[in-house]
């Protein structure tokens, strides 16, 4: 699959760039070059390609979709929607200006701000997420938006608690230690899962004050409490195990967005490499690496989370045993 060049001679065509990208890809979809279930090419490559800024390729995709060529795939990306062959897509139009703040001003909430917010970045990635790109997914003046939330960051800490608050942990009434650490891992694994952003902003050294966040933390502190353990090794472990599901999300989030940005699978991906990497395995150096051809686990990504979260909290519970017999 190729992707289509700019024009070379742009003063011809009078059009808004974005409108412009629209309607090239249009007629790639079309012409069939893009056939229902295609990748198109990703905000990051039209923003390449065509040199413009991310907003203008995140208003092109915009446009496809209120046209009902391409839909959103989360976690995958933006491809063509199912369609009659015979479908002529129309003339791409702009989107609907934002109205004016007295307009909407009475129906705009931080509520349907932070969840506008959420479904950008769900859709189209953090890159895409600015004051400018919520205020056209809600249909306002980017200006309106300050009335609720200060600025990027606040949004963010609002999102990150909005999304952490869709999946409240249950009263821990009778649960073990460990199936609470288990249940409050499997919930930010889900998190991330369905959100890849989720795991691109959550720090634990300079941490979003995000009270349904917090939560996690107060729920595995109180698991951890009265186990024998000393404050400085709850801290640890408060920090380092939600670290452990954080890590794997990253790499799990990491190869969705580059399955989206290339449209190449993972298997895909190893199989072009395939010869290079049996010579490199056969030359002799990486013996142990050889031993290990045809374990098909590097993108098992829940077969990891269930791997390192059951061998970290074994060794959590070798620690909670020598607590408990004095000889930690």
Same mark, same amino acid.
Request: glycine letters at 8%.
């Given at each position: 699959?190729?992707?289509?060049?700019?024009?070379?001679?742009?003063?011809?065509?009078?059009?808004?760039?974005?409108?412009?990208?629209?309607?090239?890809?249009?007629?790639?979809?079309?012409?069939?070059? &893009? @056939? %229902?279930? =295609?990748? $198109? !090419?990703?905000?990051?490559?039209?923003?390449?390609?065509? #040199? /413009?800024?991310?907003?203008?390729?995140?208003?092109?995709?915009?446009?496809?979709?209120?046209?009902?060529?391409?839909?959103?795939?989360?976690?995958?990306?933006?491809?063509?929607?199912?369609?009659?062959?015979?479908?002529?897509?129309?003339?791409?139009?702009?989107?609907?200006?934002?109205?004016?703040?007295?307009?909407?001003?009475?129906?705009?909430?931080?509520?349907?701000?932070?969840?506008?917010?959420?479904?950008?970045?769900?859709?189209?990635?953090?890159?895409?997420?600015?004051?400018?790109?919520?205020?056209?997914?809600?249909?306002?003046?980017?200006?309106?938006?300050?009335?609720?939330?200060?600025?990027?960051?606040?949004?963010?800490?609002?999102?990150?608690?909005?999304?952490?608050?869709?999946?409240? &942990? @249950? %009263?821990? =009434?009778? $649960? !073990?230690?460990?199936?609470?650490?288990?249940?409050?891992? #499997? /919930?930010?694994?889900?998190?991330?899962?369905?959100?890849?952003?989720?795991?691109?902003?959550?720090?634990?050294?300079?941490?979003?004050?995000?009270?349904?966040?917090?939560?996690?933390?107060?729920?595995?502190?109180?698991?951890?409490?009265?186990?024998?353990?000393?404050?400085?090794?709850?801290?640890?472990?408060?920090?380092?195990?939600?670290?452990?599901?954080?890590?794997?999300?990253?790499?799990?989030?990491?190869?969705?967005?580059?399955?989206?940005?290339?449209?190449?699978?993972?298997?895909?991906?190893?199989?072009?490499?395939?010869?290079?990497?049996?010579?490199?395995?056969?030359?002799?150096?990486?013996?142990?690496?050889?031993?290990?051809?045809?374990?098909?686990?590097?993108?098992?990504?829940?077969? &990891?989370?269930?791997?390192?979260?059951?061998?970290?909290?074994?060794?959590?519970?070798?620690?909670?045993?020598?607590?408990?017999?004095?000889?930690?």
């Amino acid at each position: 699959m190729h992707d289509s060049a700019p024009p070379s001679a742009e003063g011809r065509d009078n059009r808004p760039p974005y409108q412009r990208i629209a309607a090239a890809l249009a007629h790639r979809i079309a012409s069939g070059d &893009l @056939p %229902p279930g =295609a990748l $198109l !090419p990703s905000t990051r490559a039209i923003t390449r390609d065509w #040199r /413009v800024a991310m907003a203008t390729a995140t208003k092109a995709l915009t446009v496809l979709r209120q046209q009902g060529l391409v839909e959103v795939v989360p976690g995958v990306g933006t491809r063509v929607a199912p369609a009659p062959a015979h479908r002529v897509p129309p003339s791409p139009t702009p989107p609907r200006p934002p109205a004016a703040a007295s307009d909407v001003g009475a129906a705009l909430t931080p509520g349907r701000v932070v969840s506008a917010a959420v479904a950008v970045a769900d859709r189209e990635g953090l890159e895409a997420l600015t004051m400018r790109r919520v205020a056209v997914e809600v249909g306002v003046a980017a200006m309106s938006l300050y009335r609720h939330v200060s600025g990027k960051q606040e949004l963010v800490r609002r999102m990150v608690d909005a999304v952490f608050g869709t999946e409240p &942990l @249950p %009263p821990p =009434a009778g $649960l !073990p230690w460990r199936e609470r650490l288990e249940l409050v891992s #499997r /919930v930010q694994w889900t998190l991330y899962g369905r959100h890849l952003w989720l795991a691109r902003v959550i720090s634990f050294s300079r941490p979003l004050l995000a009270p349904n966040a917090m939560a996690h933390t107060e729920w595995t502190l109180d698991a951890l409490h009265g186990l024998g353990l000393s404050a400085a090794t709850m801290a640890r472990e408060a920090i380092t195990l939600p670290a452990v599901v954080r890590s794997l999300a990253l790499t799990r989030a990491t190869e969705h967005e580059a399955a989206a940005e290339t449209g190449v699978s993972n298997d895909a991906w190893w199989q072009v490499r395939a010869d290079a990497i049996g010579s490199l395995e056969g030359s002799g150096r990486f013996p142990r690496l050889a031993d290990m051809a045809g374990q098909e686990v590097r993108s098992d990504f829940d077969g &990891l989370f269930a791997y390192g979260l059951a061998l970290h909290l074994d060794g959590l519970a070798v620690l909670v045993s020598r607590s408990a017999d004095g000889t930690a």
